[in-house]
């Protein structure tokens, strides 16, 4: 089969195109024949070696981490699944590689693709959507009344956690460049701040939740505007020492997990909030929830760039880069 693949770790010079053995699936697998796959952060971390300690992978590894497509095949233990369905699914974090013409995933991570969208269209939403959901849900529970404060609000996260925010019927205040203001406030956003131009702590406060997936100073920036007990939940930067238990790291890798984080947990503990890292998980469920919120048209996903499998490297860069739109997706059709 069709894969963009890595034989070890770099920048986009070494990203292969080539053939490569097509996936068997096991008893509770299905196979899915890939017809679009999205381009997250997560790919070039992994392609530079930045998960390396959190994830022990072989080579060679094909890239990508979410997909839609038809199902091929299903294991001897499938119930749920029938060869021809249209499904969408974020792969298991030990089987990753999207960027391929077949994926093999656990049939609990997959769900169907929402009707009334394309591939390429659904393809842009199972790792930000999910990210997205469960950061609101998981660590927020958030609901009516409440303020959520989402940072880079124009990105994959962004433009979904806007409109799920609203679907809670949270209060949302954005940050983007000025480009971005009309797209967020059409998605929903109730304050808009300009990053270029604003400094979002003098006008925020008492905020139940900000999502950040900047990291540095703008996590250190944003802890401030959240009430007492509030949450700040980052995507950016290392995990902590409470994730990295999750993941089963030894303890000494946890310690300096903690180290690295040194500044904004202390600063948490001084105001009396919460700092958390969010790993995201598959989670099919949650997929199909995100699939009747599309088709119910309470959500949408914005899809910048599509790029042939044959540009993967372009779309990497594309994205690397910073300025999409919502998602880069790579077209397998």
């Known amino acids: 089969m069709r894969a963009a693949f890595i034989r070890k770790y770099g920048k986009n010079d070494v990203v292969e195109l080539g053939e490569l053995p097509r996936p068997t699936p096991s008893a509770k697998d299905v196979l899915i024949k890939v017809r679009a796959a999205s381009v997250n952060p997560v790919d070039f971390k992994l392609r530079d070696g930045g998960l390396r300690l959190l994830r022990k992978l072989q080579m060679p590894v094909i890239l990508g981490n979410d997909l839609s497509g038809v199902i091929e095949e299903v294991g001897s233990e499938v ?29 609990r991570h997959v769900a169907r693709k929402p009707k009334n969208l394309s591939h390429i269209e659904a393809a842009a939403i199972p790792l930000v959507g999910l990210t997205a959901w469960q950061a609101l849900t998981d660590f927020g529970s958030l609901g009516a009344g409440q303020k959520v404060l989402i940072h880079a609000a124009s990105g994959g996260v962004g433009t979904l956690a806007i409109q799920l925010a609203k679907h809670l019927g949270v209060t949302v205040a954005v940050t983007a460049g000025g480009r971005s203001r009309q797209l967020c406030e059409e998605l929903g956003a109730d304050l808009f701040v300009d990053y270029k131009t604003q400094r979002f702590e003098e006008l925020l406060t008492r905020y139940d939740l900000v999502l950040d997936t900047l990291g540095g100073e703008t996590r250190l920036r944003s802890l401030p505007v959240l009430r007492p007990g509030g949450v700040l939940v980052t995507l950016a930067g290392a995990p902590t020492a409470k994730v990295g238990k999750e993941l089963g790291v030894n303890a000494l890798l946890r310690l300096a997990f903690d180290f690295m984080n040194r500044e ?26 995100l699939a009747a919120l599309c088709e119910r048209g ?36």
């Open 298 to 333: 309470a959500l949408r996903p914005i899809v910048d760039r599509v790029f042939p499998l044959a540009e993967a490297k372009e779309a990497l860069a594309y994205t690397e880069a910073g300025h999409a739109v919502g998602k880069v997706v790579i077209d397998l059709a």
């Open 79 to 107: 119930t749920t699944f029938v060869p021809g369905d249209e499904v969408y699914a974020r792969v298991d974090k030990d089987r990753i590689g999207t960027f391929c013409d077949y994926a093999v995933v656990q049939a």
């Open 264 to 289: 904004p947990l202390r600063r948490a503990r001084e105001l009396g909030v919460r700092y958390e890292y969010l790993f995201m998980r598959p989670d099919g469920e949650q997929l199909a929830m």
